[in-house]
T-cell receptor, first 115, second 111 residues
Framework: ETGVTQSPTHLIKTRGQQVTLRCSSQ?????VSWYQQALGQGPQFIFQYYREEENGRGNFPPRFSGLQFPNYSSELNVNALELDDSALYLC??????????????FGAGTRLSVL | GQQLNQSPQSMFIQEGEDVSMNCTSS?????WLWYKQDPGEGPVLLIA?????ELTSNGRLTAQFGITRKDSFLNISASIPSDVGIYFCAGFNTNAGKSTFGDGTTLTVKP
Protein backbone atom coordinates (compact mmCIF):
# COMPACT_ATOMS: atom_id res chain seq x y z
CA GLU A 1 0.00 0.00 0.00
CA THR A 2 1.68 3.20 -1.23
CA GLY A 3 -0.97 5.70 -0.22
CA VAL A 4 -1.43 6.77 -3.84
CA THR A 5 -4.93 6.10 -5.14
CA GLN A 6 -6.12 6.33 -8.72
CA SER A 7 -9.60 6.34 -10.17
CA PRO A 8 -11.23 4.80 -12.01
CA THR A 9 -9.44 1.44 -12.09
CA HIS A 10 -10.75 0.58 -15.55
CA LEU A 11 -12.26 2.68 -18.30
CA ILE A 12 -13.53 2.02 -21.82
CA LYS A 13 -13.82 4.87 -24.30
CA THR A 14 -14.28 5.21 -28.03
CA ARG A 15 -11.97 6.92 -30.47
CA GLY A 16 -12.35 10.70 -30.47
CA GLN A 17 -13.73 10.93 -26.95
CA GLN A 18 -12.11 12.72 -24.04
CA VAL A 19 -11.08 11.17 -20.72
CA THR A 20 -10.10 12.41 -17.26
CA LEU A 21 -8.10 10.24 -14.89
CA ARG A 22 -7.62 11.13 -11.24
CA CYS A 23 -4.89 10.65 -8.68
CA SER A 24 -4.74 11.28 -4.98
CA SER A 25 -1.14 11.63 -3.79
CA GLN A 26 0.35 10.30 -0.61
CA UNK A 27 -0.15 12.77 2.22
CA UNK A 28 2.56 15.44 2.28
CA UNK A 29 3.73 14.79 -1.28
CA UNK A 30 3.79 17.91 -3.45
CA UNK A 31 5.11 16.35 -6.65
CA VAL A 32 3.15 14.09 -8.95
CA SER A 33 4.19 12.43 -12.19
CA TRP A 34 2.09 10.64 -14.78
CA TYR A 35 3.28 7.70 -16.88
CA GLN A 36 1.77 5.70 -19.73
CA GLN A 37 2.53 1.99 -19.73
CA ALA A 38 1.68 0.06 -22.89
CA LEU A 39 1.37 -3.71 -22.68
CA GLY A 40 4.77 -5.37 -22.44
CA GLN A 41 6.66 -2.11 -22.02
CA GLY A 42 8.02 0.03 -19.24
CA PRO A 43 6.27 3.21 -18.09
CA GLN A 44 6.80 6.25 -20.33
CA PHE A 45 6.97 9.67 -18.67
CA ILE A 46 4.12 12.00 -19.67
CA PHE A 47 4.63 14.98 -17.37
CA GLN A 48 5.29 16.06 -13.81
CA TYR A 49 3.60 18.66 -11.61
CA TYR A 50 5.23 20.40 -8.68
CA ARG A 51 3.17 22.73 -6.51
CA GLU A 52 0.45 23.04 -9.16
CA GLU A 53 2.78 23.86 -12.07
CA GLU A 54 4.03 21.63 -14.88
CA ASN A 55 7.65 20.82 -14.14
CA GLY A 56 8.72 18.67 -17.07
CA ARG A 57 7.13 16.90 -20.00
CA GLY A 58 7.89 13.81 -22.05
CA ASN A 59 7.27 13.21 -25.75
CA PHE A 60 3.49 13.36 -25.65
CA PRO A 61 1.27 15.63 -27.79
CA PRO A 62 -0.62 18.62 -26.34
CA ARG A 63 -3.86 16.63 -26.23
CA PHE A 64 -2.36 15.11 -23.07
CA SER A 65 -2.80 17.73 -20.36
CA GLY A 66 -2.85 17.81 -16.61
CA LEU A 67 -3.76 19.69 -13.49
CA GLN A 68 -2.55 19.63 -9.91
CA PHE A 69 -4.80 21.03 -7.21
CA PRO A 70 -3.91 22.87 -3.97
CA ASN A 71 -4.32 19.62 -2.03
CA TYR A 72 -1.78 18.10 -4.48
CA SER A 73 -4.27 15.70 -6.03
CA SER A 74 -3.98 15.57 -9.79
CA GLU A 75 -5.80 14.91 -13.06
CA LEU A 76 -4.65 13.65 -16.42
CA ASN A 77 -6.83 14.68 -19.35
CA VAL A 78 -6.59 13.17 -22.81
CA ASN A 79 -8.55 14.69 -25.69
CA ALA A 80 -9.38 13.18 -29.07
CA LEU A 81 -8.58 9.65 -27.95
CA GLU A 82 -6.77 7.38 -30.38
CA LEU A 83 -6.58 3.59 -30.39
CA ASP A 84 -2.89 3.77 -29.40
CA ASP A 85 -3.84 5.58 -26.20
CA SER A 86 -5.00 2.23 -24.80
CA ALA A 87 -2.63 1.59 -21.89
CA LEU A 88 -2.19 1.54 -18.14
CA TYR A 89 -1.84 5.10 -16.83
CA LEU A 90 0.21 5.37 -13.66
CA CYS A 91 0.43 8.23 -11.21
CA UNK A 92 3.44 8.54 -8.90
CA UNK A 93 3.94 10.99 -6.05
CA UNK A 94 7.08 12.07 -4.24
CA UNK A 95 7.77 14.43 -1.33
CA UNK A 96 9.75 17.04 -3.27
CA UNK A 97 11.08 16.93 -6.82
CA UNK A 98 14.42 18.48 -6.00
CA UNK A 99 15.37 16.72 -2.83
CA UNK A 100 13.43 13.49 -2.88
CA UNK A 101 16.17 11.50 -4.60
CA UNK A 102 13.37 10.43 -6.89
CA UNK A 103 11.69 8.11 -4.43
CA UNK A 104 8.36 7.84 -6.24
CA UNK A 105 5.35 5.96 -4.92
CA PHE A 106 3.12 4.58 -7.64
CA GLY A 107 -0.59 4.02 -7.64
CA ALA A 108 -2.11 0.84 -9.08
CA GLY A 109 -3.02 2.65 -12.29
CA THR A 110 -6.04 3.17 -14.52
CA ARG A 111 -6.45 0.71 -17.37
CA LEU A 112 -7.81 2.66 -20.37
CA SER A 113 -9.17 0.84 -23.39
CA VAL A 114 -9.97 2.86 -26.51
CA LEU A 115 -12.26 1.10 -29.01
CA GLY B 1 16.09 10.65 -26.35
CA GLN B 2 17.43 8.49 -23.56
CA GLN B 3 16.81 4.76 -23.90
CA LEU B 4 17.45 1.90 -21.55
CA ASN B 5 18.19 -1.63 -22.74
CA GLN B 6 17.15 -4.16 -20.14
CA SER B 7 18.08 -7.83 -20.37
CA PRO B 8 17.12 -10.53 -20.36
CA GLN B 9 13.54 -9.94 -21.49
CA SER B 10 12.35 -12.99 -19.55
CA MET B 11 13.75 -15.67 -17.26
CA PHE B 12 12.45 -19.07 -16.19
CA ILE B 13 14.27 -20.45 -13.15
CA GLN B 14 13.91 -23.07 -10.44
CA GLU B 15 13.18 -22.04 -6.88
CA GLY B 16 16.44 -21.57 -5.00
CA GLU B 17 18.44 -20.39 -8.00
CA ASP B 18 20.14 -17.02 -8.21
CA VAL B 19 19.05 -14.46 -10.80
CA SER B 20 20.89 -11.63 -12.50
CA MET B 21 19.50 -8.93 -14.78
CA ASN B 22 21.01 -5.75 -16.10
CA CYS B 23 20.32 -2.44 -17.72
CA THR B 24 22.48 -0.36 -20.05
CA SER B 25 22.04 3.13 -21.40
CA SER B 26 23.56 5.32 -24.07
CA UNK B 27 23.35 8.23 -21.62
CA UNK B 28 24.61 8.93 -18.12
CA UNK B 29 22.23 8.90 -15.18
CA UNK B 30 22.88 10.21 -11.69
CA UNK B 31 20.40 7.82 -10.08
CA TRP B 32 19.54 4.20 -10.91
CA LEU B 33 16.37 2.61 -9.57
CA TRP B 34 15.03 -0.93 -9.59
CA TYR B 35 11.28 -1.62 -9.34
CA LYS B 36 9.08 -4.72 -9.21
CA GLN B 37 5.58 -4.74 -10.69
CA ASP B 38 3.00 -7.38 -9.86
CA PRO B 39 -0.11 -7.93 -12.00
CA GLY B 40 -2.71 -5.23 -11.43
CA GLU B 41 -0.34 -3.09 -9.40
CA GLY B 42 1.97 -0.15 -9.95
CA PRO B 43 5.76 -0.50 -9.73
CA VAL B 44 7.20 -0.76 -6.22
CA LEU B 45 10.70 0.57 -5.55
CA LEU B 46 13.17 -2.15 -4.51
CA ILE B 47 16.55 -0.43 -4.50
CA ALA B 48 17.82 3.10 -5.25
CA UNK B 49 21.46 3.83 -6.20
CA UNK B 50 22.92 7.33 -6.09
CA UNK B 51 26.69 7.03 -6.65
CA UNK B 52 28.79 5.44 -9.36
CA UNK B 53 30.17 2.15 -8.05
CA GLU B 54 27.62 1.95 -5.24
CA LEU B 55 26.57 -1.56 -4.23
CA THR B 56 23.36 -1.78 -2.20
CA SER B 57 21.45 -4.71 -0.76
CA ASN B 58 17.85 -5.14 0.29
CA GLY B 59 17.41 -8.61 1.77
CA ARG B 60 18.12 -11.14 -0.98
CA LEU B 61 18.40 -8.36 -3.57
CA THR B 62 21.66 -6.66 -4.49
CA ALA B 63 22.09 -3.91 -7.06
CA GLN B 64 25.07 -1.95 -8.33
CA PHE B 65 25.46 1.44 -10.01
CA GLY B 66 27.99 1.01 -12.82
CA ILE B 67 31.26 2.96 -12.76
CA THR B 68 30.49 4.55 -16.14
CA ARG B 69 27.05 5.65 -14.81
CA LYS B 70 25.55 4.05 -17.92
CA ASP B 71 24.63 0.68 -16.47
CA SER B 72 23.29 -1.17 -13.46
CA PHE B 73 22.57 -4.73 -12.45
CA LEU B 74 20.21 -6.45 -10.04
CA ASN B 75 20.86 -9.83 -8.46
CA ILE B 76 18.33 -11.93 -6.57
CA SER B 77 19.74 -14.76 -4.49
CA ALA B 78 17.94 -17.98 -3.55
CA SER B 79 14.77 -17.14 -5.48
CA ILE B 80 11.36 -18.00 -4.05
CA PRO B 81 7.93 -18.20 -5.75
CA SER B 82 6.90 -14.72 -4.59
CA ASP B 83 9.79 -13.24 -6.59
CA VAL B 84 7.64 -13.79 -9.69
CA GLY B 85 6.85 -10.52 -11.45
CA ILE B 86 8.25 -7.94 -13.81
CA TYR B 87 11.43 -6.12 -12.77
CA PHE B 88 12.12 -2.68 -14.21
CA CYS B 89 15.24 -0.59 -14.12
CA ALA B 90 14.92 3.18 -14.32
CA GLY B 91 17.46 5.95 -14.72
CA PHE B 92 16.88 9.42 -13.35
CA ASN B 93 18.55 12.75 -14.00
CA THR B 94 17.72 15.69 -11.77
CA ASN B 95 18.03 18.12 -14.68
CA ALA B 96 15.49 16.24 -16.77
CA GLY B 97 13.25 15.70 -13.75
CA LYS B 98 11.97 12.38 -15.02
CA SER B 99 12.63 8.66 -14.80
CA THR B 100 13.37 6.68 -17.95
CA PHE B 101 12.31 3.05 -17.63
CA GLY B 102 13.55 -0.11 -19.32
CA ASP B 103 11.03 -2.53 -20.82
CA GLY B 104 11.32 -4.98 -17.94
CA THR B 105 12.50 -8.50 -17.18
CA THR B 106 9.71 -10.99 -16.56
CA LEU B 107 10.73 -13.52 -13.92
CA THR B 108 9.04 -16.90 -13.54
CA VAL B 109 10.06 -19.13 -10.64
CA LYS B 110 9.16 -22.83 -10.77
CA PRO B 111 8.62 -24.47 -7.36
Amino acid sequence: ETGVTQSPTHLIKTRGQQVTLRCSSQSGHNTVSWYQQALGQGPQFIFQYYREEENGRGNFPPRFSGLQFPNYSSELNVNALELDDSALYLCASSPDWAGSKNIQYFGAGTRLSVL
Amino acid sequence: GQQLNQSPQSMFIQEGEDVSMNCTSSSIFNTWLWYKQDPGEGPVLLIALYKAGELTSNGRLTAQFGITRKDSFLNISASIPSDVGIYFCAGFNTNAGKSTFGDGTTLTVKP
